[in-house]
Each structure stands twice: as C-alpha cells, then as structure tokens.
C-alpha cells in the first residue's frame, strides 16, 4: 500500500472509532492498546487493514466487505514483519 495514503486511512480510521456504527473497530483498538501497542500503532494497524479491504473492493469491483474488514481486525495486531508487506 502507499505509505502517503496512511494518514488519511489513520483519519477514517478515527472517525470510525468514533462512531456508534463501527464498535467493532473501536472494541479492536482497545484491545490492541490493552495488549501494550501505542494508541498510534493501533490506529495504524487498523488502518492498514481498511486499507486492504478498501484495496480488495477496489480490485473486485465490489462494494467494501464489512466482513471482511471485521475478520482482518480479528487477526490484529501484526507482527512486525507482517508490517512491511
């Protein structure tokens, strides 16, 4: 993915935690940063996975998976290798 995409996918990323719709992302950062990541790392961590989902919607030609995007989630947080990709 485009690192100068990150900080747009950090803000949805913000916005969802935000919102009462996505709860699923606001319980996955908790649990991140309960699981010692920085608050700026879960953002990221989230963010790159909305962004491979946003990825997938775009290459499938679908509309964005919120299964998906909840299962990416649950295989939160990455190791640092996995970060690189």
Sequence with gaps: ???DLLPELVAAVEQ???SPQTKYVAKTFE???K???ADAEAKEQIALCLGQEMDASFRKRR???EKS???LL???PMEAADEEE
């Design 74 to 76: 649950s295989n939160l």
């Design 1 to 3: 993915m485009n690192d």
């Design 35 to 37: 699981g010692g990541l």
């Design 69 to 71: 995007y909840k299962e």
């Design 63 to 65: 509309g964005f998976d």
């Design 31 to 33: 649990r991140l940063t």
């Design 16 to 18: 969802q935690l935000a």
